[in-house]
């Protein structure tokens, strides 16, 4: 396993219906993230995940928006019923440990999600 | 409240001229601060940061705190320099990231 793998690359769903996307840390990472990448928005952060547990879930924009991590390795974001304002690139990203102990985070190459 | 403040969109230089890309931050404490690049159709990766003073691709950057900046520089630009460059300071365990500067590099 290279990098951060993310499934699907591109998604394109109807409005108000739910999506999960997918994602598979770098084996042995323990620290998981959640950007949404946006056209002039930048990188705005979602969640983190240290193992299973996620400390710090401030970025999730609305209660539609939830996310998961099972065995302290594959991640889910759901959306439930999406609004045309969900559509933008859905970035993972993991690192050995959290990114206030110095280590580098690897990002995946993202979701694709359009809203119609 | 933490925030990385990348004021340009876009930059476009010639081939071989200096570039600069600005980046202010505010940040109560002592912070973290990076480069990460994402070339086209590339995911998003480590360019640097700047506990490592090293200089990658030719790149450097300097931490001035009395000024709360972090400009990326390259005294000479490459055609392949063209890319997506976002700044970005730890914050806890998360990073957080600038809006983003497309440089473009013409022959």
């Known amino acids: 396993g290279a990098g951060v793998s993310q499934s699907p690359s591109n998604k394109v769903t109807e409005k108000g219906k739910d999506v999960e996307l997918r994602c598979d840390p770098i084996?042995?990472?323990?620290?998981l993230y959640w950007y949404r990448q946006s056209l002039g928005q930048g990188l705005e952060f979602l969640i983190y995940?240290?193992?299973?547990?996620?400390?710090?879930k401030s970025g999730l924009p609305s209660d539609r928006f939830s996310a998961e991590r099972t065995g302290g390795s594959v991640s889910t974001l759901t959306i439930q019923r999406t609004q045309q304002e969900d559509s933008a690139v859905y970035l993972c990203?993991?690192?050995?440990?959290?990114?206030?102990?110095?280590?580098?985070?690897?990002f995946g190459e993202g979701s694709w999600l359009t809203v119609v | 409240a933490q925030r990385v403040t990348q004021p340009e969109k876009l930059l476009s230089v010639f081939k071989g001229a200096p570039v600069e890309l600005k980046c202010n931050y505010s940040?109560?404490?002592?912070?973290?601060l990076f480069w990460y690049v994402q070339y086209s159709r590339q995911r998003l990766q480590l360019l640097l940061r700047?506990?490592s003073r090293e200089s990658i691709k030719g790149f450097t950057a300097d931490l001035n705190k009395g000024e709360t900046s972090f400009h990326l520089k390259k005294p000479f630009a490459q055609e392949e320099d063209s890319a997506m460059y976002y700044c970005?300071?730890?914050?806890?365990?998360?990073?957080?990231f600038g809006t983003g500067t497309r440089l473009q590099v013409f022959p």
């Open positions: 990203a993991s690192s050995l440990g959290s990114a206030s102990s110095g280590n580098t985070i690897y």
């Open positions: 084996s042995g990472h323990t620290a």
């Open positions: 995940f240290q193992g299973n547990s996620a400390p710090d």
């Open positions: 940040y109560s404490g002592s912070p973290e």
């Open positions: 700047h506990i």
């Open positions: 970005a300071l730890t914050d806890t365990d998360k990073l957080i």
